[in-house]
């Protein structure tokens, strides 16, 4: 009797190709997606540099893992929190309560002033992007720090499109 189930060699055949096509069969999340990109870790670095100094492909290797490990410690604390209040999204508050609650107490006030004037920032481009769009105003969700609208947002024109 001949079995229909593969053979061990078929098996390892398809494990390769899962994993060339997923990254892995584990469920691992892959490299590429769990870090930032390395020439926006390299921007950064070198706009404190003298303009003719330079950082390893190491150098710039280790810090891409330290910061994208930071911004998921920060991340996964701040989840947590939403999960237990019963929440889906994390607002810049959540992120400020995740750093002061895992000791980063020297990033909370600059990022709480840096919050502060994001949201400012936001409420003066408001009626700007209002009287382009005839959409009207969202108001302000104290509770949540987010922003709220009675209708459903208008799609954006071409002009309001922008790019991260």
């Known amino acids: 009797l001949t079995s229909s189930l593969p053979s061990p060699s078929s098996n390892q055949v398809i494990r390769s190709i899962m994993e060339q096509y997923e990254g892995s069969t584990e469920g691992d999340v892959r490299e590429q ?3 930032l990109p390395i020439a926006n870790i390299a921007r950064i670095m070198k706009k404190v540099l003298p303009n003719n100094g330079k950082v390893s492909k190491e150098g710039k290797e280790v810090v891409q893992e330290c910061v994208s490990e930071f911004i998921s410690f920060i991340t996964s604390e701040a989840s947590e929190r939403c999960v237990h209040e019963k929440r889906k999204t994390i607002n810049g508050d959540d992120v400020i309560w995740a750093m002061n609650t895992l000791g980063f107490d020297a990033y909370v006030e600059p990022m709480a002033v840096y919050l502060g004037k994001y949201r400012e920032s936001i409420k003066l481009e408001m009626p700007e992007k209002r009287q382009k769009t005839g959409r009207p105003r969202a ?18 024109t071409e002009g309001e499109k922008a790019t991260i």
């Open 33 to 35: 997606d769990r870090l």
């Open 139 to 156: 108001e302000s969700n104290q509770e949540s720090g987010t922003e709220v609208s009675a209708e459903a947002p208008a799609p954006a």
